[in-house]
């Protein structure tokens, strides 16, 4: 388990929910299939077997269980306020690590201490009743899925095993090894459109590593007083910057821009990433994908910029890029 996801501050964690609100998507999964075949779950806790009906009927039409454009929009609320100086940590910890030697690394890690002050002191402005509501209401839905992914029984269904379900905080259970192996065995097996026709191995592993550097960056930057604390925030930055990098490179981005049905199976924090199509937005002449564009598809940044990757494919709405008059990889 990681346990240092126990001392990440509240837009860390926050951040780690968005890269992770694939296993949401895997638990509702798992909740239609107990729906269309329940005798392989004949084994499940009656409790456990409620919270499954209620991910299989009651995500989206529930304040504590929102569904994935209100997740989105959950957090966004509080990161779309950091995309640009998040993004600018990124870019100085890839300069700083890969260049950061002999007579350049002086200006380089002013650079980046630079970068981090900035970040610092957006999220002091983004503190406040958004992140709190956020974190309470991403909590408890996270906590449900673990409860749910940390039962030997569901587990069990497909070949696997549980999650720890130790601890208060349910992201370290997210994060170890036993959520890849399970995410992959769920993969197999269900239909879901998410689940199919996409490359499904160590894609929870990069969901992982990206929620895990995001989150180390946030909390990092938050205490970088001293040519230490720097040095570790650009580790965790240059991690979190390769990560996305890795993330991307697992989707077919020309498909994306224009199979509607392709962009709705990629999760959440693939399409965060996404450039923007240079042609414009293909209309969607489809009732059902118009359906699953308003419902299903939110319009948020990335946290991204420069040559790390851009907007999302949904269209670049944020504040943080309207206030630099377009796209934030060209502010």
Not at 251 to 272: G, K
Not at 301 to 317: F, K
């Amino acid at each position: 388990m990681d346990h240092q996801a126990s001392a990440w501050n509240p837009i860390g964690s926050l951040y780690a929910y968005r890269a992770l609100d694939p296993v949401i998507g895997l638990v509702a999964a798992i909740a239609d299939d107990f729906a269309e075949r329940p005798i392989p779950y004949g084994q499940v806790p009656e409790q456990v077997a409620d919270l499954l009906s209620d991910f299989s009927s009651r995500l989206g039409n529930d304040p504590g269980r929102p569904a994935v454009a209100e997740r989105a929009a959950l957090s966004g609320r509080v990161l779309d306020g950091l995309a640009v100086e998040a993004a600018a940590v990124r870019k100085a910890a890839i300069v700083f690590t890969e260049r950061g030697t002999g007579a350049a690394e002086p200006r380089l890690r002013r650079a980046g201490r630079e970068a981090v002050t900035a970040l610092q002191e957006a999220c002091e402005r983004v503190e406040g009743s958004p992140l709190r509501l956020a974190d309470r209401r991403l909590d408890a839905v996270f906590g449900r899925a673990r409860d749910v992914l940390g039962n030997p029984a569901v587990a069990g269904v497909f070949g696997a095993s549980p999650i720890d379900t130790g601890g208060t905080s349910c992201l370290p259970s997210l994060l170890g090894r036993e959520m890849t192996v399970l995410y992959d065995a769920v993969a197999a097996t269900v239909t879901r459109p998410e689940f199919t026709g996409l490359r499904q191995q160590r894609r929870m592993a990069a969901f992982q590593r990206v929620a895990r550097r995001g989150a180390e960056t946030f909390a990092l930057a938050m205490v970088a007083k001293d040519d230490e604390s720097l040095d570790a925030a650009m580790e965790s930055a240059y991690g979190w910057a390769r990560g996305l990098q890795d993330l991307i490179a697992g989707i077919d981005v020309a498909r994306a821009w224009v199979d509607r049905r392709y962009l709705f199976a990629l999760q959440l924090p693939e399409r965060d990433i996404l450039p923007v199509n240079p042609v414009g937005e293909v209309e969607l002449d489809v009732p059902g994908l118009q359906v699953m564009a308003a419902e299903g598809l939110p319009h948020t940044v990335t946290l991204t910029i420069d040559m790390e990757i851009c907007c999302s494919t949904a269209g670049c709405v944020s504040i943080s890029c309207q206030s630099s008059g377009g796209c934030a990889c060209e502010a």
